[in-house]
């Protein structure tokens, strides 16, 4: 089944110039491992793509902010269901500039959230398809910040 997701991501103003990326991405750990992961889930019947990311960023990571639409990038993830079957799934991820921060959210006491660099993420990521995510991120970020308003977002560097 068709899942999707989001990307939080933050302009970063580091003066320093130590990110080469100028950017901070949002990761949750899964529920059932504690890996780091993306928000994504379900659509509900007759719910909009771009809803159903709205609504995983703030239920999972407890964010909110600019969906970037014109973005959206496809990937094949997995998932382990059992030692002896492991499930594909595409999923839709769409970039989100975040610009709200809750304190207080659904998944709270289910998963940690932590920013990181593009280069952090990939050397976090236990996964090779989430690594597969952060780099298609890391190839359409120039695009991204061109296309993102001045004015959105939050800078949590």
Same mark, same amino acid.
């Given at each position: 089944?068709?899942?999707?997701?989001?990307?939080?991501? @933050?302009?970063?103003?580091?003066?320093?110039?130590?990110?080469?990326?100028?950017?901070?991405?949002?990761? $949750?750990?899964?529920?059932?491992?504690?890996?780091?992961?993306?928000?994504?889930?379900?659509?509900?019947?007759?719910?909009?793509? @771009?809803?159903?990311?709205?609504?995983? #960023?703030? %239920?999972?990571?407890?964010?909110?902010?600019? &969906?970037?639409? /014109?973005?959206?990038?496809?990937? @094949?993830?997995?998932?382990?269901?059992? *030692?002896?079957? &492991? %499930?594909?799934?595409?999923?839709?991820?769409?970039? =989100?500039?975040?610009?709200?921060?809750?304190? %207080?959210?659904? %998944?709270?006491?289910?998963?940690?959230?932590?920013?990181?660099?593009?280069? #952090?993420? =990939?050397?976090? @990521?236990?996964?090779?398809?989430?690594?597969? $995510?952060?780099? =298609?991120?890391?190839?359409?970020?120039?695009?991204?910040?061109?296309?993102? /308003? *001045?004015?959105?977002?939050? /800078? $949590?560097?």
């Amino acid at each position: 089944m068709h899942r999707v997701g989001v990307i939080p991501f @933050v302009v970063n103003s580091d003066p320093a110039g130590s990110d080469p990326y100028g950017v901070r991405m949002l990761l $949750v750990t899964s529920r059932a491992r504690g890996r780091w992961v993306f928000p994504k889930g379900r659509r509900n019947n007759g719910e909009a793509q @771009v809803t159903t990311a709205e609504r995983e #960023a703030f %239920e999972e990571a407890g964010v909110g902010g600019n &969906i970037l639409a /014109d973005f959206a990038m496809t990937a @094949v993830v997995t998932r382990k269901i059992s *030692d002896e079957h &492991i %499930e594909r799934m595409p999923v839709t991820y769409f970039p =989100l500039r975040v610009g709200k921060i809750a304190d %207080e959210w659904p %998944e709270r006491e289910m998963r940690r959230r932590r920013w990181f660099t593009i280069d #952090a993420a =990939l050397k976090n @990521v236990d996964r090779t398809d989430v690594g597969k $995510v952060v780099a =298609l991120f890391a190839d359409v970020w120039p695009w991204l910040i061109a296309d993102c /308003d *001045d004015d959105a977002g939050e /800078d $949590v560097s």
